[in-house]
């Protein structure tokens, strides 16, 4: 590290110049991601990704990109608005590439409802929400409504951008640039903004290639920049304080800068890698979109990693003793700061090593009771319920949710494969309709059933094609529950002939699978992801405990944040705070926490861990060692937590719950790891474990490829509070 510092240095003006004509490619290249980002959303290989593709193509229709025109009337009115509901409906068709009209019917006294279908995905089809709405026009005696999941997405997207937005601007930033100054004290605080600056755009310059052969999420930016600015952050501030440190003990710049790499430097190599290898876990999931948030997961750290470990030190080399000359927090207040001796962190530190084990026991117990309500998750696929209610097409589908039931633009499209020109129109294979269309209208979920009519049978008559309307949202338990009953009992008591293939898809389907295919995986690659840090983790503190325990802090912090989650949510605890009592949490809500939360609370145990293994490598004393490195490095951890806190809590000022729920998570993980666990919980642990935290035999230190760290020889005392 110290060789590639002087490397740095010696080529400083080549390093700003290449990494300025690379923010200035990127950026050109970027500036077109926008055109290459969707938010299609597909299940490879689920059963009903199948029965959609049967529907797209032999019928014209992608259930999910369908609408739903409602005309409100007078109690009475339906047969009167009819014809003029059938011609506005005709209108809106004719805006929406592959849109077809195929049914306009009365569903109770006074709304009539009519059905456009598309082979258009979702992310395709909400785009022509408005043109629709402008050509289907008024209906006289009646209120008209364009609805349906596309409708919905098209209408909720202003709403998205607005409140993150306002989250990012508003919330984030200036909190940002408030803690920054301040931890800072002079305009060096502008340092972690120039490698923000610097990552950023590169990054999404590097993403903008694999959009070109990738399907990627619409909402990779936002991703990139919060996670970016975080990081940069967390990065710049570690950095900078070691330079500080060693000018200050008298260090000439060029010395400086070596040291800082050879000790900042190398745990933030170590840290961007557990950050990396935290959010990569996406990129595994056997879900598309998934994957997409995690390539920017993986991209984000390692170049913020190649910038701190360029950029930044080319910056402190050239730039960071005249930023300091300005001061923005007086003097004295940085002074007093800067007497570690006397410093809240030192006096902290001094009370959890008199009594650690009070401090470990007591922060164990609140993390395991605010992990309890944990037991009452109830996962989802998502939900209309969730969403704002003044949106026409959240009206128009509460109208037919009283007219008909709440899954009426998200039914189930239950698929008859006979395998065979015509077989649909053989008298066995119309008898199985029937007994199918008569177990479905049984059954005490199901509204409506459409059986018969356009749109039943394909043209080569070899498909069959039946719709259940229930009567809840199609991510509700009582819709998943149907779902369950509807392929293990009911398609199998429809008796159809041998050979014949049954496919259910649309919306409670759909969501099934969702939920199926994403927990299928999950546990796997948590796994995974666990031994891979571990391993790291070994490298990074040359040592078998200590990796350990960082893993199982990690799982305790994520636990409390899911159970935070159930409680605001679920348990309604949030409601007096604005946030909407929701019974279940987003099932890509979890997986996506986990990823992102074991990678940042791994950020801040590195940078925490590593000086006290260097102060454990300088004094051999333990108490000594946590007691420095929390003195040093806690206040740079609880600012970057804190600007991180800030950044997520923006999310829940928003009005959608899912991504208040996400906010929230983020959020409260955060403001737990950089509080309870490194700050409380850590130091306790480290100083009841004694010697043993630094202990690596050489036989393991072989098989990690790292100097063996024995504990001089010696026998290791007993665990005992107290003891070293």
Not at 57 to 69: A, D, I, R, T, V
Not at 596 to 621: H, I, P, Q
């Amino acid at each position: 590290m110290e060789r590639w510092a002087r490397t740095v240095i010696r080529f400083r003006w080549a390093v700003l110049a290449a990494w300025l004509a690379l923010v200035v490619v990127a950026g050109m290249a970027s500036s077109g991601l926008s055109d290459l980002l969707t938010n299609r959303f597909v299940l490879p290989g689920a059963e009903s990704e199948r029965a959609g593709k049967i529907l797209e193509e032999n019928f014209g229709q992608k259930p999910e990109g369908s609408f739903s025109l409602v005309v409100q009337g007078r109690p009475g009115s339906a047969q009167s608005l009819l014809s003029p509901a059938r011609a506005a409906a005709a209108r809106a068709a004719a805006k929406l590439p592959t849109g077809k009209l195929v049914d306009v019917r009365p569903v109770s006294g006074d709304v009539v409802t009519a059905r456009i279908v598309s082979e258009l995905q979702p992310a395709d089809a909400k785009g022509h929400t408005q043109a629709m709405r402008d050509a289907a026009g008024q209906v006289p005696g009646g209120r008209v409504y364009l609805t349906g999941q596309s409708a919905i997405e098209s209408d909720l997207e202003p709403v998205q951008n607005r409140d993150l937005k306002v989250g990012e601007l508003f919330i984030a930033i200036p909190v940002a640039l408030a803690i920054l100054v301040f931890v800072f004290g002079t305009l060096a605080f502008l340092l972690p903004f120039m490698l923000a600056a610097a990552a950023i755009p590169v990054t999404l310059g590097l993403i903008w290639i694999f959009a070109n052969f990738m399907t990627l999420s619409t909402y990779l930016t936002n991703m990139v920049a919060l996670i970016g600015l975080g990081i940069a952050i967390d990065y710049s501030l570690l950095m900078v304080y070691r330079y500080r440190e060693e000018r200050k003990s008298g260090r000439d710049k060029l010395a400086a800068v070596e040291r800082t790499m050879n000790t900042a430097g190398r745990a933030v190599v170590f840290s961007g890698t557990a950050v990396a290898i935290g959010l990569a876990l996406m990129l595994f999931m056997p879900l598309p979109f998934m994957r997409g948030f995690g390539l920017a997961g993986l991209l984000i750290p390692l170049v913020s990693v190649l910038g701190a470990m360029t950029l930044l030190p080319a910056l402190l080399y050239l730039i960071e003793d005249k930023l300091d000359r300005v001061p923005l927090v007086p003097r004295r207040i940085v002074r007093r700061r800067e007497d570690q001796e006397r410093s809240f962190w030192a006096r902290l530190a001094a009370a959890i090593m008199r009594r650690p084990l009070v401090f470990a026991v007591t922060t164990t117990a609140v993390l395991i009771a605010l992990a309890a309500p944990l037991t009452s998750l109830q996962l989802g696929p998502g939900s209309n319920e969730g969403v704002p209610k003044h949106l026409e097409s959240v009206r128009g589908l509460n109208v037919l949710s009283t007219a008909i039931g709440a899954g009426a633009i998200s039914p189930s499209e239950i698929v008859v494969d006979t395998g065979r020109a015509a077989g649909a129109r053989e008298p066995q294979v119309q008898a199985a309709r029937e007994r199918l269309a008569s177990l479905l209208r049984g059954d005490g979920e199901i509204a409506d059933v459409v059986a018969a009519g356009p749109q039943t049978v394909d043209p080569s008559g070899r498909y069959l094609h039946v719709q259940a309307i229930g009567k809840h949202e199609y991510g509700l338990p009582e819709s998943q529950q149907f779902v369950d009953r509807l392929r293990d009992v009911i398609v199998p008591a429809a008796a159809f002939p041998p050979n014949v293939e049954v496919l259910t898809g649309g919306g409670p389907p759909f969501g099934v699978d969702f939920l199926d295919i994403t927990y299928g995986a999950f546990p796997w690659l948590v796994l995974a992801v666990l031994l891979l840090t571990y391993v790291l983790l070994v490298r990074a503190f040359r040592s078998l405990l200590l990796p350990l325990k960082a893993i199982i802090l990690n799982l305790l912090s994520i636990g409390a944040a899911y159970g935070i989650l159930v409680l605001v949510f679920k348990l309604g605890a949030g409601e007096p705070f604005g946030l909407t009592q929701f019974d279940q949490i987003e099932g890509w809500i979890p997986v996506f926490l986990f990823a992102m939360l074991f990678g940042l609370s791994m950020d801040y145990e590195v940078f925490l861990v590593t000086r006290m293994r260097e102060e454990w490598d300088a004094k051999r004393d333990n108490a000594a060692a946590v007691t420095e490195g929390l003195a040093k490095t806690g206040r740079l951890v609880t600012a970057a937590g804190l600007i991180m806190f800030a950044a997520f809590m923006g999310f829940v000022a928003g009005s959608i719950v899912g991504l208040q729920q996400f906010g929230l998570g983020l959020a409260a993980a955060i403001l737990i790891d950089v509080t309870i666990i490194r700050a409380l919980l850590v130091p306790s642990a480290m100083k009841l474990f004694g010697r043993w935290n630094w202990w690596l035999p050489e036989s393991a230190a072989k098989v990690f490829r790292v100097e063996p760290s024995p504990l001089d020889g010696t026998p290791a005392p007993a665990l005992r509070p107290g003891g070293r």
